[in-house]
Structures are given as structure tokens and as C-alpha cells.
């Protein structure tokens, strides 16, 4: 596993690094000061969430596009609200579509980088996503988002070579709760693998190294979640392990990043 840690300071081209398999996790350590100021912020409120799914507890606040369905017209009318909440939520400790667009271009080799939209619509730039204890999330590998209908339009934007995944750890778990990345590809998964355009990856697994990364709070993490199967351990002690993050991908056929949830 090609993990590089740096200071928040670091304005290497670390996207391209991860686009071309160069490395695969870049960790920037303290890149929110203020993030147990923020998760008191989200622990006080009441924003709406769903969740991911009945075998496993984990929460999403905002709809991504993998989990827009056939609502696409309600997927973009809620994108607007969702934000306005959230900046509402933080009562202006922090504001996170400027940060996450700061952080993003300043590793973007000078490149532009922006949330793409449909017809003027913008998409969702990011999820803050909630494991309580017991939390976790199964192994996967976002490529296989591609294959959803959500995609049938954006996928046509984007190179599909890799999706890379990054989050700012807002506050970590007391135990567990780590980012585990296998050496299993997603090349390397057949039909078998797949139901209902979701992976099972149980019989793949054993025997596979497996690398564990545990963020600590306010440190950003960026890595290719897109073509490594990884997954988020169960979370343990007596807290929440909260996130905020999304993905990127190259813009197909011209120079550039789409940054989304």
C-alpha cells in the first residue's frame, strides 16, 4: 500500500499522483484545526439523514448521486437546501464547500476543479456521513458506481479509469473505525462479484493483505478508492466516528477535475 503522509501545508499534485497509480492515499495531517468544534455543531442538530443500508449501521446527511435513484429532479432540488442547512448547522465556524474546493485545487496541479452540473443544476459536493457504534462499512470499490443508473448521464463527463475517494476526518472512533484497504482490484472482480450492480466480496477476501489507516481528527485523506476494494472497520469505545467527503475524477477528453458526492 503507497500511502504518503504530508503536512497540510503540501500543494503537491497529489490527484494526478493517484490518477496515474504513482501512489494510492495521501493522509495531510491537521487540515481542520476546528473539526471538534464542528462535530459538536452536527451531534446538536437535526439534519436529515439516510442510511446506507439494513445490514449495517451507517448514516449519510445529503443525498449523493449514487443514492439519487430515478429521482433525479429531487436529487438536484435538495442539493441547495442540504447546503444551506449544513452552513446554518456550523453557525459560520466553518464552511465547507470553499474549504473542500481550497483543498482539492491546491493538489490539483494547477488544473481546474469544480462540481460539475446537469443542465446548470449543480450536484452534491460532498456527504457527512455518521458510523455510531457498531457502525462500519461492507468492502467495496467505488468504480462499481459506474454501473448504477444514477451514473447513466455523469459517467459520460467523466474518465473512467478511476474515481478517487477523500475525506476530512471530523472526529475519529475511540477504537476501530479504520480505513481498511485490501490488495484486491477492482479489475479483478468478475460478474460472480456483483448483484444488482453491488459488489460481494466475501469469498475474494481472505488471504488478501490488508493495510489499516486510522485519520485522526481534522486530517484529510485522499486515495483511490475507485480501483482498491477498502472499507471502513467496525467502530468501537463510546463515540460516533463522523466524516465529510466525496469523490473526483478526470473530466473526460478535456484537462481538468469534477469534484462531487
Not at 500543494?11 to 499522483?17: G, K, V
Not at 439519487?68 to 437546501?81: C, T
Not at 484497504?181 to 444488482?196: D, K, P, T, V
Request: hydrophobic fraction near 40%; aromatic fraction near 10%.
Amino acid at each position: 500500500m503507497r500511502l504518503e503522509v504530508a503536512p497540510a501545508t503540501d500543494s503537491a499534485p497529489h490527484l494526478d499522483a493517484l490518477w496515474r497509480g504513482e501512489k494510492e492515499a495521501v493522509l495531510l495531517q491537521k487540515a481542520l484545526p476546528q473539526a471538534a468544534e464542528v462535530v459538536q455543531c452536527l451531534e446538536r442538530a437535526s439534519l436529515p439523514r439516510l442510511r446506507f443500508g439494513q445490514q449495517f449501521e451507517a448514516w449519510s446527511y445529503g443525498r449523493g448521486l449514487d443514492r439519487a435513484g430515478q429521482d433525479h429532479a429531487g436529487f438536484f432540488e435538495g442539493v441547495h437546501p442540504f447546503l444551506k442547512q449544513v452552513e446554518k448547522v456550523l453557525g459560520g465556524i466553518w464552511s465547507p464547500l470553499p474549504w473542500m474546493l481550497q483543498q482539492l485545487r491546491a493538489r490539483a496541479g494547477g488544473l481546474p476543479l469544480e462540481v460539475p452540473n446537469e443542465n446548470g443544476r449543480p450536484y452534491l459536493p460532498f456527504t457527512i456521513r455518521e458510523l455510531p457504534v457498531g457502525g462500519c462499512l461492507p468492502p467495496h470499490a467505488e468504480l462499481e458506481q459506474l454501473r448504477r443508473p444514477p451514473y447513466a448521464h455523469f459517467r459520460e463527463q467523466i474518465d473512467p479509469q478511476t474515481l478517487l475517494s477523500w475525506f476530512v476526518t471530523l472526529q475519529e472512533a475511540e477504537s476501530g473505525g479504520e480505513l481498511a484497504i485490501w490488495s484486491l482490484r477492482y479489475a479483478e472482480l468478475g460478474e460472480a462479484q456483483f448483484h444488482r450492480d453491488h459488489t460481494d466480496l466475501s469469498t475474494l477476501l481472505p488471504g488478501r493483505s490488508c493495510t489499516k489507516i486510522a485519520p485522526e481528527a481534522g486530517d484529510l485523506l485522499i486515495f483511490d478508492g475507485g480501483r482498491n476494494v477498502h472499507a471502513v472497520q467496525t467502530v468501537a469505545g463510546s463515540r460516533s466516528r463522523w466524516t465529510l467527503g466525496g469523490f473526483v475524477a478526470a473530466r473526460r477528453g478535456q484537462p481538468g477535475w469534477w469534484a462531487w458526492a
